[in-house]
């Protein structure tokens, strides 16, 4: 795929991206060594070539053993640090960040110490690269719903510096309506709300996110696709779907991209947009996504242009700014 691809240098908006889900191979190394960590890994090649995936759980199970390097503020700072240099690269001017604030507190990690280094490196990339980033705090839903209130309670000296909440991790057996309590305080609070709803879990869980837990937008959705009826509310009250191509392979959610219904949606009239997920588990940042689905799909530049004002649009930004960017961007193509 060549990398002169005009879309590729557009401005866009990433919704759907986890930052523990960044953490690349060699900064994995990098931290254990600096901790003294023992990895199951003897080189950093090994860590890359474990990352062989047969489902949402498998991935799940080495992501969660990853973040067990993360240990004091400067860890999570260089984290962040290194997404938005990737940012950079990509033309990326806004991201709407998610983190797991439980996959740290329950190994020790005090909440000050990662929201310490996370709001170093939001000013810094604010500062030096021009890019925006809001933090979208995640709730575990192996875990209980008591955990996450208790999340939500222990977060309340960073409420100013998080956007929204979210809701991820192993969803089948973990349905929305297990966190109507904590969605409906969190909103009471102020917080917008988002829930991953449709990856491996079936479209009746997109239906009780938007109807139990109030959502602003569904994270992945794709299984939308099994449900006529879901599909025409999907498009008709423009709700945002952050779809997230390059995952859904990884994770045996599609067996090959020349499958994946992300156009179909499109061109249903759905609010589809394009993310990375987990970046440095899936293969590829944001643009290795566009440039996936114009490979595969043969995807036209106009449903490109599409796809990235969409971004725009269904972000948490002041709708001054999407129109902002949205004339920028018809400026530029
Ligand atoms: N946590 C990180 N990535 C995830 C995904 N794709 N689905 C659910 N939880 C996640
Ligand atoms: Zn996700």
Redesign the pocket.
């Known amino acids: 795929m060549s990398s002169d691809w005009s879309i590729l240098s557009l401005p866009k908006v990433e919704l759907h991206l ?1 930052i ?2 960044t953490l690349e191979p060699q900064m994995m190394w990098d931290l254990a060594q600096k901790h003294k960590i023992s990895l199951p890994y003897d080189s950093v090649q090994a860590i890359q070539d474990a990352y062989q995936f047969s489902n ?1 759980q498998s ?2 199970d080495l ?1 969660y053993a990853g973040t067990n390097v993360l240990r004091d503020a400067d860890d999570f700072y260089q984290l962040m640090w290194a997404y938005f240099l990737r940012c950079k690269e990509d033309n990326i001017v806004h991201t709407e960040i998610m983190f ?1 604030p439980q996959s740290h507190t329950h190994r020790g990690v005090a909440f000050a110490t990662i929201m310490q280094g996370f709001n170093k490196a939001i000013k810094q990339a604010k500062d030096e690269l021009g890019i925006s980033a809001y933090l979208i705090m995640s709730f575990l839903r192996h875990l209980s719903e008591a955990d996450a209130l208790n999340t939500l309670e222990e977060a309340k000296p960073y409420y100013q510096d998080i956007t929204a909440i979210g809701l ?2 192993s ?1 089948l057996g973990n349905p929305p309506d297990k966190f109507t309590t904590v969605f409906k305080k969190a909103r009471t609070a102020g917080f917008k709300c988002v829930a ?1 709803a449709g ?1 491996e879990g079936p479209a009746s869980y997109i239906r009780d996110a938007i109807k139990l837990l109030n959502v602003d937008r569904i994270d ?1 959705g794709v299984r939308a696709i099994d449900d006529n009826d879901l599909v025409t509310q999907l498009a008709k009250t423009n709700m945002p779907l952050t779809v ?1 191509p390059l ?1 859904n392979l990884k ?1 045996c959610v599609v067996n090959d991209m020349t499958e994946h219904n992300i156009l179909t949606l499109l061109e249903k009239g759905l609010r589809v947009t394009v993310n990375s ?2 970046p440095s588990y899936f293969g590829g940042y944001l643009n290795d996504n566009f440039s996936a689905l114009k490979q595969a799909l043969n995807m036209t530049d106009a449903q490109a242009i599409r796809l990235i004002k969409n971004s725009f649009t269904a972000s948490f930004l002041p709708e001054a700014e999407k129109e902002k960017w949205l004339a920028k961007i018809d400026g530029l193509i």
């Open positions: 986890h523990e889900g949402l991935f799940l992501y797991d991820d991790s969803e991953h990856e992945h997230c995952s994770l997920d987990d």
